[in-house]
């Protein structure tokens, strides 16, 4: 009888932490980011805040896919020329390489569709722009708990021939 008491026991304690194990490294997420947008192309010189929205799914411990909405804040010329505002939606997957329990760096590639107020000379030509072109990064996150982390983040996004850079501490909430 304490035999089976203690199999079953040791049964529901595996069994209870492959579950627990298994719900940290995949589920729904979402977060919030800000940090820096920085340009240098074409005239433009200047770096301005940037805030991001993002949430997605972990599939497995090592890879998730993920939506995000970035502003990258008013960048200006560095004479004269008009000042631009640029946003993007995007869709990334995301490779997780877990360094310790707590602690992991990821890279993450895919495409955002951009939309620029304002013209950078030689890319639109006009007042406004849009288009759809890739965007790829790299990030380090440390888990604080299993629902919440914070992820430093460096991500480039490219606008037709010009490139944007952002800088950004994020938050991370796991559902």
Not at 10 to 37: K, N, P
Not at 90 to 118: C, H, M, N
Request: no cysteine; proline share 2%; glycine share 14%.
């Amino acid at each position: 009888m304490r035999s089976k008491l203690l199999a079953t026991t040791l049964a529901a304690v595996l069994l209870g932490g492959a579950s627990l194990a298994h719900a940290q490294d995949t589920g729904w997420y979402a977060g919030v980011g800000a940090g820096q947008a920085l340009v240098d192309e074409r005239g433009y010189d200047d770096e301005d805040a940037a805030f991001s929205v993002f949430g997605g799914y972990q599939f497995h411990r090592n890879f998730a896919l993920e939506l995000g909405y970035t502003d990258f804040g008013k960048l200006e010329p560095r004479g004269e020329g008009a000042n631009l505002e640029a946003s993007s939606v995007s869709l990334a997957a995301v490779g997780i390489l877990p360094f310790t329990e707590k602690f992991s760096g990821y890279a993450k590639a895919g495409l955002q569709r951009w939309d620029i107020d304002g013209s950078l000379p030689g890319l639109t030509g006009t007042t406004s722009g849009d288009g759809t072109d890739p965007l790829y990064g790299l990030g380090l996150q440390y888990r604080f708990t299993d629902a919440v982390a914070l992820r430093g983040e460096y991500v480039r996004s490219e606008f037709e021939d010009a490139d944007v850079d952002t800088a950004q501490v994020q938050v991370r909430f796991d559902f």
